[in-house]
T-cell receptor, first 117, second 113 residues
Framework: DTGVSQNPRHKITKRGQNVTFRCDPI?????LYWYRQTLGQGPEFLTY????????KSRLLSDRFSAERPKGSFSTLEIQRTEQGDSAMYLC???????????????FGPGTRLTVL | GQNIDQPTEMTATEGAIVQINCTYQ??????LFWYQQHAGEAPTFLSY????GLEEKGRFSSFLSRSKGYSYLLLKELQMKDSASYLC??????????????FGQGTTLQVKP
């Protein structure tokens, strides 16, 4: 399967602990996005990478959140000192550059469901 | 500001046609996407509009009016497996051109026998 993969699929942690999620995008995609989705809501944008460069971070992303994409391939999202409000589904998506034409549809991974107790 | 509105829930009968509306007010625009999301699963791409008009793709069609900030997704010959959440998303068209998607809250469609 050459789709977007995410690990782990589920994570339960205690408040105050650090967690790290991994995303492996579709191999030829240079754009990678992280979104967060809570129950009954649509995904909210968190951050964006083009190759290894992190080009945008949402104002929703507090200093406890950090993301990397060290070689322009897989990406990690770390949450430090987790809070109960961080409980959500964390989705990763990848795409080609849009280059001003149609294309660049985002393909989503299955997500990591985080529960903070 | 960024605002995308769609109905929270809809119910329809198997075999029927349903139209899910979406209105948007965003600071930039570079296309509108519809995604389907089954409970506990990832969103999957359904359709894309960047120019005004209707795009048809099998049982699914999507319409866009940029001047009205309006789109709809039309589902024909409904099947039970179409029960899912349908997400309307606008692609950011600002100078940064990140391509990030701004999503509505989603419309939960329940198809009944």
């Amino acid at each position: 399967d050459t789709g977007v993969s995410q690990n782990p699929r589920h994570k339960i942690t205690k408040r105050g602990q650090n967690v790290t999620f991994r995303c492996d995008p579709i191999s030829e995609h240079n754009r990678l996005y992280w979104y967060r989705q809570t129950l009954g809501q649509g995904p909210e944008f968190l951050t964006y990478f083009q190759n290894e460069a992190q080009l945008e971070k949402s104002r929703l992303l507090s200093d406890r959140f950090s993301a990397e994409r060290p070689k322009g391939s897989f990406s990690t999202l770390e949450i430090q000192r987790t809070e109960q409000g961080d409980s959500a589904m964390y989705l990763c998506a990848s795409s080609h550059s849009t280059s001003g034409t149609f294309g660049g549809e985002q393909f989503f991974g299955p997500g990591t469901r985080l529960t903070v107790l | 500001g960024q605002n995308i509105d769609q109905p929270t829930e809809m119910t329809a009968t198997e075999g029927a046609i349903v139209q899910i509306n979406c209105t948007y007010q965003t600071s930039g625009f570079n296309g509108l996407f519809w995604y389907q999301q089954h409970a506990g699963e990832a969103p999957t791409f359904l359709s894309y509009n960047v120019l005004d008009g209707l795009e048809e793709k099998g049982r699914f069609s999507s319409f866009l009016s940029r001047s009205k900030g309006y789109s709809y997704l039309l589902l024909k010959e409904l099947q039970m497996k179409d029960s899912a959440s349908y997400l309307c998303a606008v692609r950011d068209g600002l100078a940064s051109n990140t391509g990030k998607l701004i999503f509505g809250q989603g419309t939960t469609l329940q198809v009944k026998p």
